[in-house]
């Protein structure tokens, strides 16, 4: 019986040696987890603030040689890395791994700055990575000091339906006035360079109701346009051809004389031609604008089944035909329509 007890007493002893054993294993290997899901927060936190460093360095290049692409073309990689250079080396454990590339896009207006940099890791090795390579890509658009020349010109429904109230209660002739006002405003405050718009851009109108109603040939800036354009009043049937072809003989003659010219030409109703025939040669004259490459922007003003499909079928393609159901809607369109042609005419600085 004796040996017995000592014989369990034993196990006892062996067990306990055990557990404490499997005990000290246990939390050598949750420790070393710990550790290691320490060290990998610490070293994503330093490759973060790498990449955030390097992405400044990166940005700043961009943008200086962006600032001497259109005067001197030759000195853009030159200064690009120059400063980049120079950046990188103010930084605190920054270095340039590699050589950055520098692209110089001559058709987008554009300069683009690749770098990469190498973090070295503190903790990483636990998991038998000693470094990782940290890139970075900044582009900038050329530096606005030139505009090419632009127009657009107005084509205005005034029949006797634009004196009628919208579906929200505006004067439709009066909310047209608005929404003209409203979209040359969005053109010029969007612009970037508002000086440099007022130099470039190229304005005029033309109405119809059942015959041609008032004009401005092109001329330029938009203020007298818009002041015009303020003093319309309504007329009597629709026919869209006349406003529409003495827009056309307006554009092609501006076209013909002033070199590098984007057209744009802005074609609106809220209603339909009194006669079929109207619309077949008013798409008539809106084909020959397309082919000549002119961007025919459409707006359908709370316009019936036949109006909206005229406007859609001159509309350079479905994104530049609006629809509005309100005066609301006319006022969003054309201003959608005035930051598209500021994002057409000006190269802007971008990450």
């Known amino acids: 019986m004796v040996k017995f007890v000592h014989n369990v007493i034993g196990c006892m002893g062996s067990w306990r040696d055990n557990i404490r054993g499997s005990f000290a294993i246990t939390s050598a290997v949750a420790m070393m987890m710990i550790v290691t899901l320490v060290g990998v927060a610490y070293d994503y936190n330093g490759m973060i603030g790498v990449k955030s460093r390097l992405q400044d360095s990166v940005d700043l290049a961009a943008l200086a040689g962006a600032g001497v692409a259109r005067s001197n073309e030759s000195q853009v990689a030159v200064l690009a890395r120059k400063i980049l250079e120079e950046n990188v080396a103010l930084i605190d454990n920054l270095s340039l791994e590699g050589t950055p590339n520098i692209n110089i896009d001559n058709s987008a207006k554009e300069v683009t700055v690749t770098a990469s940099s190498r973090y070295q890791t503190v903790f990483g090795n636990l998991l038998g990575i000693d470094g990782m390579i940290i890139s970075a890509t900044s582009t900038s658009g050329f530096f606005i000091d030139q505009m090419d020349p632009f127009v657009i010109y107005l084509v205005l429904d005034i029949s006797s339906s634009m004196n009628r109230l919208s579906n929200d209660g505006r004067v439709k002739i009066e909310a047209l006035k608005t929404a003209v006002d409203d979209m040359f405003y969005t053109l010029y405050s969007t612009s970037g360079n508002p000086r440099l718009l007022v130099s470039a851009i190229r304005t005029g109108f033309s109405t119809y109701d059942a015959v041609l109603g008032p004009t401005r040939d092109i001329n330029a800036g938009y203020a007298v346009t818009v002041r015009q354009v303020n003093a319309l009043v309504t007329g009597s049937g629709t026919n869209s051809t006349p406003g529409f072809q003495y827009a056309y003989d307006q554009v092609i003659d501006e076209i013909s004389y002033v070199d590098d010219l984007t057209a744009y030409i802005v074609f609106m109703t809220d209603g339909a031609n009194n006669e079929s025939e109207f619309d077949v040669s008013t798409i008539a004259l809106c084909d020959q604008a397309k082919a000549k490459s002119i961007t025919i922007f459409t707006v359908a003003f709370e316009a019936p089944a036949r109006g909206k ?26 201003r959608d329509i005035g930051g598209e042609v500021s994002q057409a005419a000006i190269v802007r600085i971008k990450r």
Request: hydrophobic share 45%; aromatic share 4%.
């Open 309 to 334: 499909a005229l406007l859609q079928a001159c509309a350079t393609s479905p994104d530049t035909a609006y629809t509005a159901s309100s005066a609301a809607e006319l006022n969003t369109a054309l």
